[in-house]
Protein backbone atom coordinates (compact mmCIF):
# COMPACT_ATOMS: atom_id res chain seq x y z
CA UNK A 1 0.00 0.00 0.00
CA UNK A 2 1.04 3.40 -0.62
CA UNK A 3 -0.07 5.97 1.70
CA UNK A 4 0.50 9.27 2.04
CA UNK A 5 -1.47 12.60 2.46
CA UNK A 6 -2.93 14.20 -0.31
CA UNK A 7 -4.15 18.06 0.90
CA UNK A 8 -5.90 17.18 4.27
CA UNK A 9 -6.95 13.97 3.13
CA UNK A 10 -5.24 10.37 4.33
CA UNK A 11 -4.75 8.39 1.28
CA UNK A 12 -3.91 4.58 1.26
CA UNK A 13 -4.05 3.25 -2.20
CA UNK A 14 -2.94 -0.27 -4.13
CA UNK A 15 -1.99 1.29 -7.08
CA UNK A 16 1.07 0.54 -9.20
CA UNK A 17 3.87 3.05 -7.65
CA UNK A 18 4.66 3.64 -11.42
CA UNK A 19 1.69 5.58 -11.96
CA UNK A 20 2.00 9.18 -12.69
CA UNK A 21 0.54 11.41 -9.94
CA UNK A 22 -0.85 13.98 -12.08
CA UNK A 23 -2.96 11.15 -13.36
CA UNK A 24 -3.83 9.93 -9.84
CA UNK A 25 -4.81 13.56 -8.74
CA UNK A 26 -7.28 14.24 -11.94
CA UNK A 27 -8.76 11.08 -12.62
CA UNK A 28 -8.79 9.32 -9.18
CA UNK A 29 -9.27 12.47 -7.00
CA UNK A 30 -10.91 14.41 -9.77
CA UNK A 31 -8.41 17.84 -8.50
CA UNK A 32 -8.32 19.00 -11.67
CA UNK A 33 -6.89 22.46 -10.43
CA UNK A 34 -3.49 20.39 -11.61
CA UNK A 35 -4.02 20.94 -14.98
CA UNK A 36 -2.03 18.57 -17.27
CA UNK A 37 -0.30 20.44 -20.21
CA UNK A 38 2.84 19.39 -22.03
CA UNK A 39 3.44 16.40 -19.72
CA UNK A 40 7.32 16.40 -20.34
CA UNK A 41 8.16 18.54 -17.39
CA UNK A 42 8.15 22.12 -19.49
CA UNK A 43 5.12 24.01 -18.45
CA UNK A 44 5.29 23.76 -14.68
CA UNK A 45 1.06 23.33 -15.10
CA UNK A 46 1.22 20.62 -12.77
CA UNK A 47 2.94 21.19 -10.18
CA UNK A 48 2.50 20.07 -6.74
CA UNK A 49 4.64 20.41 -3.41
CA UNK A 50 5.73 17.78 -2.17
CA UNK A 51 6.75 17.55 1.55
CA UNK A 52 8.49 15.54 3.49
CA UNK A 53 10.01 15.05 6.97
CA UNK A 54 13.44 15.50 7.15
CA UNK A 55 15.49 15.80 10.61
CA UNK A 56 12.20 16.02 12.25
CA UNK A 57 10.69 18.98 9.96
CA UNK A 58 8.30 19.27 7.01
CA UNK A 59 10.50 20.22 4.08
CA UNK A 60 8.18 21.03 0.64
CA UNK A 61 9.73 21.11 -2.71
CA UNK A 62 7.84 21.70 -6.07
CA UNK A 63 7.68 19.33 -8.58
CA UNK A 64 6.19 18.07 -11.69
CA UNK A 65 3.39 16.14 -11.24
CA UNK A 66 3.45 13.99 -14.47
CA UNK A 67 6.84 12.88 -14.16
CA UNK A 68 6.67 11.65 -10.65
CA UNK A 69 5.60 8.18 -9.53
CA UNK A 70 3.16 7.88 -7.61
CA UNK A 71 4.91 5.84 -5.40
CA UNK A 72 7.49 8.31 -4.22
CA UNK A 73 4.28 10.16 -2.49
CA UNK A 74 4.57 7.27 0.14
CA UNK A 75 4.98 8.70 3.64
CA UNK A 76 5.01 12.51 1.97
CA UNK A 77 2.11 15.52 2.34
CA UNK A 78 0.93 16.40 -1.17
CA UNK A 79 -0.04 19.77 -1.97
CA UNK A 80 -2.28 21.68 -4.93
CA UNK A 81 -3.61 24.53 -5.30
CA UNK A 82 -6.78 23.11 -3.88
CA UNK A 83 -5.12 22.42 -1.05
CA UNK A 84 -4.30 26.15 -0.39
CA UNK A 85 -7.49 27.10 -1.10
CA UNK A 86 -9.31 29.24 1.91
CA UNK A 87 -12.76 30.94 2.60
CA UNK A 88 -11.01 33.86 1.19
CA UNK A 89 -7.64 33.80 -1.55
CA UNK A 90 -4.71 33.49 -0.15
CA UNK A 91 -2.17 36.29 -0.15
CA UNK A 92 -0.69 34.74 -2.93
CA UNK A 93 -3.84 34.27 -4.90
CA UNK A 94 -5.27 37.85 -4.39
CA UNK A 95 -1.96 39.53 -5.47
CA UNK A 96 -2.19 37.31 -8.70
CA UNK A 97 -5.81 39.01 -9.52
CA UNK A 98 -4.67 42.72 -8.18
CA UNK A 99 -1.28 42.74 -10.42
CA UNK A 100 -3.13 40.94 -13.47
CA UNK A 101 -1.21 37.90 -13.11
CA UNK A 102 -3.53 36.01 -14.70
CA UNK A 103 -5.42 35.78 -17.78
CA UNK A 104 -6.52 32.47 -19.48
CA UNK A 105 -5.98 30.61 -15.55
CA UNK A 106 -4.28 27.39 -17.25
CA UNK A 107 -0.96 28.28 -15.56
CA UNK A 108 -1.97 30.09 -12.65
CA UNK A 109 -2.22 26.76 -10.15
CA UNK A 110 1.26 26.26 -10.96
CA UNK A 111 2.28 29.41 -10.27
CA UNK A 112 -0.14 29.82 -7.32
CA UNK A 113 1.55 26.51 -6.11
CA UNK A 114 5.41 27.44 -6.42
CA UNK A 115 5.33 31.04 -5.06
CA UNK A 116 3.38 29.32 -2.28
CA UNK A 117 6.20 26.70 -2.11
CA UNK A 118 8.84 29.68 -1.77
CA UNK A 119 7.18 31.35 1.50
CA UNK A 120 7.02 27.75 3.37
CA UNK A 121 10.62 26.80 2.78
CA UNK A 122 12.10 30.25 3.14
CA UNK A 123 12.34 33.02 6.20
CA UNK A 124 14.49 36.02 4.87
CA UNK A 125 12.54 37.11 1.83
CA UNK A 126 13.43 39.16 -1.86
CA UNK A 127 11.56 39.62 -5.42
CA UNK A 128 14.78 37.52 -7.02
CA UNK A 129 14.73 34.83 -5.25
CA UNK A 130 10.88 34.81 -5.32
CA UNK A 131 11.04 35.38 -8.87
CA UNK A 132 13.99 32.31 -8.98
CA UNK A 133 11.86 29.75 -7.62
CA UNK A 134 9.02 29.95 -10.22
CA UNK A 135 11.47 28.26 -12.91
CA UNK A 136 10.17 26.16 -15.04
CA UNK A 137 6.26 27.73 -14.51
CA UNK A 138 5.58 28.99 -18.07
CA UNK A 139 2.74 31.65 -18.80
CA UNK A 140 1.88 32.38 -22.60
CA UNK A 141 -0.84 35.30 -22.06
CA UNK A 142 0.49 37.88 -19.12
CA UNK A 143 4.14 38.34 -20.01
CA UNK A 144 5.03 37.64 -16.66
CA UNK A 145 4.99 41.25 -15.27
CA UNK A 146 2.06 41.07 -13.26
CA UNK A 147 3.18 37.56 -11.87
CA UNK A 148 6.74 39.29 -10.50
CA UNK A 149 4.48 42.36 -9.15
CA UNK A 150 2.48 40.07 -7.34
CA UNK A 151 5.56 38.20 -5.92
CA UNK A 152 6.53 41.22 -4.88
CA UNK A 153 3.46 42.49 -3.30
CA UNK A 154 3.29 38.81 -1.12
CA UNK A 155 6.43 39.50 0.32
CA UNK A 156 5.67 43.16 1.44
CA UNK A 157 3.03 41.46 3.60
CA UNK A 158 5.94 40.23 5.77
CA UNK A 159 7.40 42.83 8.05
CA UNK A 160 11.37 43.94 6.90
CA UNK A 161 10.45 40.80 4.58
CA UNK A 162 11.22 38.23 7.15
CA UNK A 163 9.48 35.57 9.24
CA UNK A 164 9.88 33.92 12.55
CA UNK A 165 12.13 31.08 12.64
CA UNK A 166 10.61 29.55 15.36
CA UNK A 167 6.62 30.30 14.54
CA UNK A 168 7.48 30.62 10.24
CA UNK A 169 4.80 28.18 9.92
CA UNK A 170 2.02 29.58 12.77
CA UNK A 171 3.31 32.95 10.56
CA UNK A 172 2.18 31.63 7.34
CA UNK A 173 -1.15 30.42 8.63
CA UNK A 174 -2.10 33.71 10.73
CA UNK A 175 -1.08 35.76 7.58
CA UNK A 176 -3.46 33.51 5.47
CA UNK A 177 -0.65 31.97 3.28
CA UNK A 178 -1.58 28.10 3.72
CA UNK A 179 -4.86 26.82 5.54
CA UNK A 180 -4.55 26.25 9.27
CA UNK A 181 -4.35 21.70 8.77
CA UNK A 182 -0.26 22.42 7.77
CA UNK A 183 0.01 22.45 11.58
CA UNK A 184 -0.61 19.13 12.11
CA UNK A 185 0.89 17.78 9.18
CA UNK A 186 3.96 17.01 10.92
CA UNK A 187 2.62 14.42 13.21
CA UNK A 188 0.53 13.24 10.69
CA UNK A 189 3.16 12.06 8.34
CA UNK A 190 5.51 10.70 11.83
CA UNK A 191 2.22 8.33 12.33
CA UNK A 192 2.17 7.25 8.53
CA UNK A 193 4.61 4.05 8.06
CA UNK A 194 6.93 5.26 5.29
CA UNK A 195 7.49 1.52 4.60
CA UNK A 196 10.33 2.45 2.32
CA UNK A 197 12.37 -0.63 0.97
CA UNK A 198 15.67 -1.27 -0.65
CA UNK A 199 15.67 -1.55 -4.96
CA UNK A 200 14.72 -5.25 -5.50
CA UNK A 201 17.26 -6.59 -7.86
CA UNK A 202 14.14 -8.55 -10.00
CA UNK A 203 12.21 -5.51 -10.60
CA UNK A 204 11.66 -5.30 -14.33
CA UNK A 205 12.61 -1.60 -14.07
CA UNK A 206 14.00 0.63 -11.44
CA UNK A 207 13.14 4.59 -11.93
CA UNK A 208 15.29 7.05 -10.07
CA UNK A 209 13.69 10.51 -10.34
CA UNK A 210 12.05 9.42 -13.57
CA UNK A 211 11.67 12.97 -15.15
CA UNK A 212 13.33 11.91 -18.50
CA UNK A 213 12.08 8.16 -18.22
CA UNK A 214 8.54 9.24 -18.06
CA UNK A 215 8.71 11.56 -21.29
CA UNK A 216 10.38 8.57 -23.12
CA UNK A 217 8.64 5.53 -21.97
CA UNK A 218 5.63 6.77 -19.56
CA UNK A 219 3.05 4.33 -21.20
CA UNK A 220 4.80 1.19 -20.13
CA UNK A 221 6.09 2.39 -17.41
CA UNK A 222 2.47 3.22 -15.80
CA UNK A 223 1.99 -1.06 -16.15
CA UNK A 224 4.84 -1.91 -14.69
CA UNK A 225 6.15 -3.07 -11.18
CA UNK A 226 9.16 -0.98 -11.34
CA UNK A 227 10.77 -0.46 -8.07
CA UNK A 228 12.00 3.04 -7.21
CA UNK A 229 15.34 3.80 -6.48
CA UNK A 230 14.75 7.23 -5.22
CA UNK A 231 13.17 5.42 -1.97
CA UNK A 232 16.13 4.13 -0.96
CA UNK A 233 17.60 6.69 1.60
CA UNK A 234 20.75 4.78 1.76
CA UNK A 235 21.52 6.14 -2.13
CA UNK A 236 21.40 9.78 -1.16
CA UNK A 237 23.78 12.22 -0.07
CA UNK A 238 27.22 14.02 -0.39
CA UNK A 239 30.02 13.22 1.75
CA UNK A 240 33.92 14.12 1.47
CA UNK A 241 35.89 10.87 2.68
CA UNK A 242 39.81 11.03 2.70
CA UNK A 243 40.84 12.66 -0.33
CA UNK A 244 37.93 11.66 -2.43
CA UNK A 245 33.91 12.99 -2.99
CA UNK A 246 31.29 10.56 -2.82
CA UNK A 247 27.15 11.34 -4.34
CA UNK A 248 24.46 8.81 -3.80
CA UNK A 249 22.73 7.97 -7.05
CA UNK A 250 19.79 8.55 -5.37
CA UNK A 251 20.82 12.35 -4.69
CA UNK A 252 19.32 15.00 -6.64
CA UNK A 253 20.75 17.47 -8.70
CA UNK A 254 19.17 20.08 -6.81
CA UNK A 255 20.89 18.90 -3.65
CA UNK A 256 23.81 18.47 -5.53
CA UNK A 257 23.41 22.15 -6.93
CA UNK A 258 23.31 23.21 -2.89
CA UNK A 259 26.07 21.31 -1.45
CA UNK A 260 28.18 23.98 0.56
CA UNK A 261 30.76 20.69 0.17
CA UNK A 262 30.93 21.20 -3.84
CA UNK A 263 30.42 24.80 -3.59
CA UNK A 264 33.92 25.07 -1.51
CA UNK A 265 35.61 23.01 -4.36
CA UNK A 266 33.85 24.45 -7.19
CA UNK A 267 33.11 28.13 -6.69
CA UNK A 268 31.00 28.52 -9.81
CA UNK A 269 29.23 25.32 -9.24
CA UNK A 270 25.79 26.85 -8.49
CA UNK A 271 25.73 28.76 -11.74
CA UNK A 272 26.66 25.70 -13.62
CA UNK A 273 23.81 23.62 -12.27
CA UNK A 274 21.34 26.78 -12.99
CA UNK A 275 21.83 25.39 -16.40
CA UNK A 276 20.56 22.07 -15.45
CA UNK A 277 16.34 22.36 -16.24
CA UNK A 278 13.73 24.07 -13.86
CA UNK A 279 13.66 23.99 -10.27
CA UNK A 280 10.75 21.58 -9.93
CA UNK A 281 12.90 19.08 -12.53
CA UNK A 282 16.04 19.70 -10.38
CA UNK A 283 14.29 18.52 -7.36
CA UNK A 284 13.25 15.15 -8.97
CA UNK A 285 15.60 14.61 -11.43
CA UNK A 286 19.26 12.25 -9.57
CA UNK A 287 22.80 11.62 -10.68
CA UNK A 288 22.39 7.79 -10.99
CA UNK A 289 19.39 8.87 -13.29
CA UNK A 290 21.30 11.02 -15.56
CA UNK A 291 24.24 8.60 -15.00
CA UNK A 292 22.26 5.82 -16.67
CA UNK A 293 20.63 7.73 -18.68
CA UNK A 294 22.59 8.07 -21.06
CA UNK A 295 22.30 10.95 -22.81
CA UNK A 296 25.30 12.42 -25.27
CA UNK A 297 23.70 15.79 -23.95
CA UNK A 298 23.48 15.03 -20.17
CA UNK A 299 24.92 18.25 -18.29
CA UNK A 300 25.58 16.71 -15.31
CA UNK A 301 27.35 13.60 -16.60
CA UNK A 302 29.50 16.14 -18.78
CA UNK A 303 30.60 17.38 -15.27
CA UNK A 304 31.30 14.37 -13.81
CA UNK A 305 33.43 13.09 -16.85
CA UNK A 306 35.94 16.25 -16.22
CA UNK A 307 36.18 15.14 -12.89
CA UNK A 308 37.45 11.75 -13.99
CA UNK A 309 34.51 10.29 -12.23
CA UNK A 310 34.13 6.67 -10.80
CA UNK A 311 30.93 4.82 -10.88
CA UNK A 312 30.24 2.21 -8.06
CA UNK A 313 27.84 -0.85 -9.04
CA UNK A 314 26.18 -3.11 -6.88
CA UNK A 315 24.47 -6.09 -7.46
CA UNK A 316 23.24 -7.73 -4.35
CA UNK A 317 26.65 -7.80 -1.91
CA UNK A 318 28.55 -7.74 -5.17
CA UNK A 319 29.89 -4.28 -6.21
CA UNK A 320 32.71 -3.55 -8.75
CA UNK A 321 34.16 0.08 -9.83
CA UNK A 322 34.36 1.69 -13.38
CA UNK A 323 35.86 4.77 -14.69
CA UNK A 324 32.77 6.66 -15.79
CA UNK A 325 34.56 7.36 -19.38
CA UNK A 326 34.40 3.72 -20.07
CA UNK A 327 30.97 3.14 -19.10
CA UNK A 328 29.50 4.04 -22.22
CA UNK A 329 30.40 1.42 -25.39
CA UNK A 330 27.33 3.22 -27.93
CA UNK A 331 24.41 5.06 -28.07
CA UNK A 332 22.38 4.02 -24.79
CA UNK A 333 24.63 1.10 -23.92
CA UNK A 334 26.15 0.84 -20.76
CA UNK A 335 29.15 -1.48 -19.03
CA UNK A 336 25.84 -2.67 -16.56
CA UNK A 337 24.95 -5.86 -15.93
CA UNK A 338 21.30 -6.14 -16.22
CA UNK A 339 20.69 -6.68 -12.01
CA UNK A 340 23.36 -3.46 -11.16
CA UNK A 341 22.46 -0.42 -9.69
CA UNK A 342 24.34 2.26 -9.58
CA UNK A 343 24.91 2.65 -5.88
CA UNK A 344 27.11 6.21 -6.32
CA UNK A 345 29.81 8.02 -8.13
CA UNK A 346 33.02 9.45 -6.91
CA UNK A 347 35.55 11.71 -7.76
CA UNK A 348 39.13 13.21 -6.37
CA UNK A 349 39.18 16.35 -4.20
CA UNK A 350 40.30 18.80 -6.83
CA UNK A 351 43.92 20.08 -6.11
CA UNK A 352 45.05 23.47 -4.80
CA UNK A 353 46.72 24.29 -8.38
CA UNK A 354 43.44 23.13 -10.22
CA UNK A 355 41.11 24.75 -13.05
CA UNK A 356 37.76 23.69 -13.93
CA UNK A 357 35.07 24.99 -16.15
CA UNK A 358 31.58 24.25 -17.60
CA UNK A 359 30.26 25.47 -20.77
CA UNK A 360 26.61 24.92 -22.78
CA UNK A 361 25.12 26.36 -25.77
CA UNK A 362 21.27 25.79 -26.12
CA UNK A 363 18.93 28.07 -27.79
CA UNK A 364 17.49 29.33 -24.35
CA UNK A 365 19.77 30.09 -21.71
CA UNK A 366 17.91 28.30 -19.34
CA UNK A 367 15.24 25.54 -19.33
CA UNK A 368 16.64 23.82 -22.68
CA UNK A 369 18.51 20.83 -23.69
CA UNK A 370 21.90 21.61 -24.68
CA UNK A 371 23.24 21.55 -28.43
CA UNK A 372 26.59 21.59 -27.26
CA UNK A 373 27.94 21.00 -23.85
CA UNK A 374 31.52 20.90 -22.45
CA UNK A 375 33.89 20.60 -19.05
CA UNK A 376 37.16 20.72 -18.15
CA UNK A 377 39.65 20.00 -15.35
CA UNK A 378 43.42 20.88 -15.21
CA UNK A 379 45.80 20.68 -12.74
CA UNK A 380 49.73 23.11 -13.57
CA UNK A 381 52.70 22.79 -12.35
CA UNK A 382 55.84 25.06 -12.99
CA UNK A 383 53.15 26.21 -15.77
CA UNK A 384 52.77 23.00 -17.61
CA UNK A 385 49.43 21.30 -17.81
CA UNK A 386 49.86 17.94 -15.79
CA UNK A 387 46.74 16.79 -15.21
CA UNK A 388 43.54 16.94 -17.70
CA UNK A 389 40.02 15.97 -18.49
CA UNK A 390 37.90 17.76 -21.10
CA UNK A 391 34.32 16.06 -22.16
CA UNK A 392 31.84 16.78 -24.40
CA UNK A 393 28.08 16.36 -25.12
CA UNK A 394 26.48 16.54 -28.32
CA UNK A 395 29.14 15.86 -30.60
CA UNK A 396 28.82 11.60 -30.23
CA UNK A 397 26.40 8.73 -29.51
CA UNK A 398 27.60 8.39 -26.34
CA UNK A 399 28.76 11.61 -23.26
CA UNK A 400 32.46 11.54 -24.69
CA UNK A 401 35.57 11.78 -23.28
CA UNK A 402 38.31 13.22 -25.60
CA UNK A 403 40.68 11.03 -24.99
CA UNK A 404 43.13 12.17 -27.74
CA UNK A 405 42.87 16.13 -27.17
CA UNK A 406 43.94 15.57 -23.12
CA UNK A 407 46.78 13.45 -24.30
CA UNK A 408 48.23 16.06 -26.58
CA UNK A 409 47.55 18.86 -23.67
CA UNK A 410 49.14 17.09 -21.07
CA UNK A 411 52.92 18.72 -20.42
CA UNK A 412 51.98 21.28 -22.58
CA UNK A 413 52.18 24.88 -21.65
CA UNK A 414 49.65 26.75 -22.17
CA UNK A 415 49.94 28.85 -25.34
CA UNK A 416 47.32 30.21 -28.11
CA UNK A 417 48.77 28.00 -31.14
CA UNK A 418 48.64 24.85 -28.04
CA UNK A 419 44.74 25.87 -27.97
CA UNK A 420 44.53 25.99 -31.77
CA UNK A 421 45.83 22.85 -32.01
CA UNK A 422 43.73 21.00 -29.28
CA UNK A 423 41.05 22.33 -30.77
CA UNK A 424 41.87 20.85 -34.15
CA UNK A 425 42.58 17.36 -32.69
CA UNK A 426 39.04 17.57 -30.88
CA UNK A 427 37.61 17.58 -33.95
CA UNK A 428 39.02 14.50 -34.84
CA UNK A 429 37.58 12.64 -32.24
CA UNK A 430 34.10 13.84 -32.33
CA UNK A 431 30.77 12.53 -34.88
CA UNK A 432 28.14 14.90 -34.79
CA UNK A 433 24.96 14.49 -36.68
CA UNK A 434 22.74 17.01 -37.74
CA UNK A 435 19.42 17.33 -35.58
CA UNK A 436 16.76 19.96 -34.31
CA UNK A 437 19.25 21.10 -32.53
CA UNK A 438 22.06 22.15 -34.96
CA UNK A 439 23.60 21.18 -38.18
CA UNK A 440 26.51 18.49 -37.70
CA UNK A 441 28.85 21.14 -38.96
CA UNK A 442 27.46 23.67 -36.32
CA UNK A 443 28.05 21.45 -33.59
CA UNK A 444 31.68 20.69 -34.44
CA UNK A 445 32.59 24.81 -34.76
CA UNK A 446 30.00 25.01 -31.41
CA UNK A 447 32.53 22.37 -29.52
CA UNK A 448 35.41 24.37 -31.44
CA UNK A 449 34.15 27.41 -29.83
CA UNK A 450 33.79 25.82 -26.18
CA UNK A 451 37.36 24.93 -26.41
CA UNK A 452 38.28 28.24 -26.92
CA UNK A 453 36.17 29.51 -24.08
CA UNK A 454 37.85 27.33 -21.04
CA UNK A 455 40.97 28.67 -21.63
CA UNK A 456 39.57 32.50 -22.23
CA UNK A 457 38.02 32.09 -19.14
CA UNK A 458 40.33 30.15 -16.95
CA UNK A 459 43.67 31.80 -18.56
CA UNK A 460 42.92 35.37 -20.48
CA UNK A 461 46.65 36.61 -19.86
CA UNK A 462 48.00 33.54 -21.75
CA UNK A 463 45.95 32.88 -24.44
CA UNK A 464 45.00 35.84 -27.45
CA UNK A 465 41.39 35.76 -28.65
CA UNK A 466 42.04 37.48 -32.09
CA UNK A 467 44.76 34.71 -33.05
CA UNK A 468 42.44 32.16 -31.52
CA UNK A 469 40.22 32.88 -34.97
Known amino acids: MINFILNDLNIS ?3 FPTTVLLDFIRKEKMLTGTKEGCREGDCGACTILLGELVKGTVKYKSVNSCLMPLGDANGKHVVTVEGINQKELSPVQATMVDEGGTQCGFCTPGFVVSMTGYFLNNLSLNPDDAIESLGGNVCRCTGYGGIKRAASDSISIFEDGKSDDRNHLEN ?12 DIKKRLEKISENHKSVDNKSSIVISGGTDLYVQRWESLVSS ?5 SQDKKLAGISKMGK ?3 IGSATTIEETKSSKLLQKYFPQWDNYLSLFGSLPIRNRATIGGNIVNASPIGDMVNILLALNSTVHLRDGKKKRLILLKNFYKGYKSLDKKKNE ?3 KVSFQIPSKNSFFNFEKISKRTYLDIASVNSSIYMELKSGKITTIHISAGGVAPIPLYLNNTCNYLRNKTINTETIKNAAE ?3 KEISPISDARGSAEYKSLLLRQLLFAHFLKLFPQLVDPEKLL
Do not use: A
Not at 172 to 177: C, M, Q, V, Y
Not at 225 to 229: A, D, Q, W
Open 341 to 343: IVE
Open 244 to 246: QIN
Open 425 to 427: ISS
Open 225 to 229: KGNLI
Open 13 to 15: TDL
Open 172 to 183: LISLKFIPIYFH
